[in-house]
Every structure is written in C-alpha cells, then in structure tokens.
C-alpha cells in the first residue's frame, strides 16, 4: 500500500506491506485524515518529544531517525476483521477509531509510534473495542474531526466552565477553533478569540465566537473585564472585600449571611476561563499577567520548548492553571456523535484537502498561518496542493 513516511524530518511517499489485523483488531481503508499541529511539530522536534514521553513514562514515541507514518485523526471503511471482532464492524462499515494500537506487547499512538503506523497511508490498523461506527450517515470531512473536537471537548470540560461565564480562546489554529465549535455548542455565554491573524479572526466568528479580538490592537482581558464580577487587578478586589466587610457588619448574623453567599458562589469574584491555544514559550506567563483575578487558565496549546513562569503572579492573583491532554473514549464516543446530531458544528474547521503526494504541500501550507485550519488526506485523491 502507499504510505507517507516521515524519516529525519523529510516527508515521502512510499511502499508499505498492507496490515493485517491481530486479534480484536480491524484494518480500514483510510477514507480522510487531518493533519494535526502534533504533527507539524513532531515531524521537526521528534527527538525532544521521545525525551518528554520518556519522562511520562512512554518509551514508545517516534524518533527522528526512525520511519513513521503519522496521522491520528482517522476515519474509514473497515476492510477486513481480525478473529473475535463482532458482526457489527463489517466490511465496508464507516467507522472512526481512537488512536491507541496494541502491538509489541504494549500499547501505542497511533500514528505518532513507529510500532503503531497512522492515517497516512491507504490502509491503517485499529482496535475493535476503541472504534465506533459513524452514525446518520455523516458526512468523510465531519467525521475526520472527531479526534480534535475530542481534544476541544476534553478541555472544555476541565475547565469547569459554565452556561454563564465567560470564556477567551488565545490563538485560533484548529485547536483553538475547536474549542470555540465547543463552548458555543456548551451555550457558553460570552465567547471571546484572540489572533494575530485576520482568517483566523474570521473563521473564529464562524465557530460561534461573541467578541473577535487582535491582540496587536486589542486586548481580550479587557473584553473580559466588562463582564460584572470579574476584577482586573487585586486593587480592585481588595477594595470590594473592605467595602463589603463594612456593610455586611452592620448586619445581625452577618457570619452566617457571609457562609451562605460562599456556598453559593457569591462571595467572591466570578472565575473567568482562558483557553491558551498557542503553545509557544512565554504564552502562559503572558496569560498569567494580563488576565483577571482569579481567572482559570487552560493550557491545550502545547509547547516544545522550556518555558518560565512567575508564580508570585499566579499566587497574588490566585490563579488556576490546569493542562489537558487527549480525551477519554466516552468524550471521543459522544464527540462523534454531537456532530452526527447537528449539535456541535466545526463546519468551519475544514479547509483543503490533498492526496498522499500532497502531504508536503499541505504541511508547508499549514506552517504559513492564516490560510488554513484543517487540512484532511483523501488517499484517493491526486490532489498535490492546498
């Protein structure tokens, strides 16, 4: 089968063996693949990723100069089943898998493992038990999104966010995008997006973003403090703690007042979330200072390089900061099915398409922000640019 491999960080198309499936194992014909920015980074910082995973306790990461395909964000047709596979993943089933792969003994990313071959290629290995059937007939391009706005649920969810705050998405790549198709399908009430760039900008406002910010001009923390009950500096909290103080003493009980506006929520200031989406060296100290007090920081952009932070920032304005990684398969599983039900739209994410010979093309074009989000393989495609 055709493949694109990546070897020292040079992208090529090649000749593979076709996989066979072990047991509880499917093949699938590769129908769609995205192109994630885990991707663009792993093909150039592979070895500083192998040392990261290392240090979380995965030895099984690609290496520069080791052969890998990539590609995790997959859907397709199953092709063939391996023994105990069910009835339900016959062939010519459309399905999307969670990419982990069982193989050498261990299990693996697929796609970011050379032990786990991924979506770039006509043919690739999932496992029965984390694949699901597309359901309502949905359409290849939306259900290649899956995995990413798994990604986006995933961070949604952890940051407690509710129907009534109010939220900014630093840095609108595909992850950021996604996390906006996320809040907006949550009824989040305020959506705020900041970038550099106009497209993006734009296609931010399509995701369902309120407030479109570029931070070269604007601020997005200052489209936050308009909102009551968030406080842009410790002075200001500081002012409302002795002010509040004074009335409530004048109150019988005023203990028992004050405990019960705690259990409710109401005795401090109103927990806005950031969403860094960027993921390069200096963007969560950046958050930290510019941010409103008390302010939930969500880190989903990832960053390849040592980083630095004031923590005195972060404590004087009691900050949480919290990182998220992957999706579970409940989220993936209910993911797929969101989109399915038109209850989330991404839309918006996709913008070109290329076939295996123009993976290349495509990964220069990503590298040029501002022209496109998403960027999915067809194996069948001859298309050779974006």
């Known amino acids: 089968m055709k493949a694109v491999s990546c070897l020292h960080g040079e992208l090529s198309v090649v000749e593979l063996p076709t996989p066979r499936p072990g047991p509880g194992q499917l093949v699938l014909d590769v129908r769609r693949c995205g192109i994630c920015g885990s991707d663009l980074h792993a093909r150039v910082h592979a070895d500083e990723l192998t040392g990261v995973m290392s240090a979380v306790g995965y030895d099984g990461f690609m290496r520069g100069d080791t052969p890998v395909v990539l590609g995790h964000e997959f859907c397709g047709e199953v092709a063939e089943r391996g023994r105990g596979v069910g009835k339900a993943f016959r062939p010519g089933t459309p399905v999307v898998s969670f990419p982990l792969l069982r193989a050498d003994g261990e299990v693996h990313l697929t796609g970011l493992s050379p032990l786990a071959p991924g979506g770039y290629a006509e043919r690739v290995l999932a496992e029965a038990s984390m694949t699901f059937a597309v359901p309502n007939g949905l359409d290849l391009d939306t259900a290649a999104l899956t995995e990413p706005m798994a990604v986006a649920l995933h961070a949604v969810r952890r940051s407690e966010i509710g129907r009534g705050d109010v939220a900014a998405v630093v840095g609108c790549g595909p992850v950021g995008l996604a996390v906006i198709c996320q809040l907006k399908a949550l009824g989040v009430a305020t959506i705020i997006a900041s970038d550099f760039s106009a497209r ?159 993976v290349e093309a495509a990964f220069d074009a990503l590298g040029a922000p501002g022209r496109h989000a998403k960027v999915l393989i067809d194996p069948a495609s001859a298309a050779l640019t974006v």
């Open 200 to 358: 993006r900008r734009e296609l931010a406002t399509r995701c369902g973003a309120d407030v479109v910010v570029d931070p070269a001009l604007d601020s997005p923390y200052d489209a936050m403090a308009e909102h009551r009950g968030v406080f842009t500096s410790a002075a200001s909290l500081y002012s409302l703690g002795v002010g509040s103080m004074e009335r409530m003493r004048r109150l019988p009980g005023w203990a028992r007042l004050y405990r019960l506006a705690d259990r409710l929520g109401a005795a401090g200031p109103k927990r806005p979330v950031v969403f860094e989406c960027v993921g390069v060296p200096g963007m969560i100290d950046a958050v930290a200072a510019e941010a409103p007090v008390a302010t939930r920081i969500v880190v989903v952009g990832v960053c390849m390089e040592v980083d630095r932070l004031r923590p005195a920032i972060a404590i004087g304005k009691e900050l949480d900061l919290r990182f998220v990684f992957g999706y579970t398969p409940l989220e993936f599983r209910d993911t797929l099915h969101m989109l399915a039900d038109g209850k989330l739209d991404a839309s918006a994410l996709v913008t070109g398409t290329v076939g295996l010979g123009g």
